[in-house]
């Protein structure tokens, strides 16, 4: 998982569909193991929230494009999510990646594709 040529996408980097499930699985055990993110999937049927969620991140890392679920906004709307959950999924997809053999630029690279979507993700204070 460390081709950092140009000639390949950034899902094909992380290792197309089966290294992108792997880290999905990583994550999701670090997250659920965060006893302050993992109140956010109490009740979430969590089989299909990481087939959700490999399939927004092949998608967002260059991939094929099955992902059929809501947009990002409508799935965090409501959930008052705050900068510092954000930051500490970050955090635990970093970890992930890093468990996952990926290399520190492609790492920051998959920082950088996620942090855009944090206006999506987090709550809006003014509206709270």
Same mark, same amino acid.
């Given at each position: 998982m460390t081709d950092t040529s140009a000639s390949t996408t950034l899902y094909e980097r992380l290792g197309a569909g089966d290294g992108i499930a792997a880290v999905v699985d990583s994550l999701y055990r670090h997250i659920i193991g965060d006893e302050t993110l993992a109140p956010f999937f109490e009740g979430t049927d969590m089989v299909e929230q990481k087939r959700h969620m490999a399939l927004?991140?092949?998608?967002?890392?260059?991939?094929?494009?099955?992902?059929?679920?809501?947009?990002?906004?409508? /799935?965090? +709307?409501?959930? $008052?999510?705050? #900068?510092?959950?954000?930051?500490? =999924?970050? %955090?635990?997809?970093?970890? /992930?990646? +890093?468990?996952? $053999?990926?290399? #520190?630029?492609?790492?920051?690279? =998959?920082? %950088?594709?996620?942090?855009?979507?944090?206006?999506?993700?987090?709550?809006?204070?003014?509206?709270?």
């Open positions: 927004f991140l092949a998608v967002a890392t260059g991939g094929p494009n099955g992902y059929r679920g809501r947009d990002i906004d409508a /799935a965090h +709307a409501g959930r $008052g999510i705050t #900068d510092a959950d954000f930051d500490r =999924v970050i %955090g635990h997809a970093a970890t /992930a990646l +890093a468990e996952a $053999g990926v290399d #520190d630029e492609t790492i920051q690279t =998959v920082a %950088g594709a996620l942090l855009p979507l944090r206006d999506q993700v987090v709550a809006d204070a003014s509206a709270a």
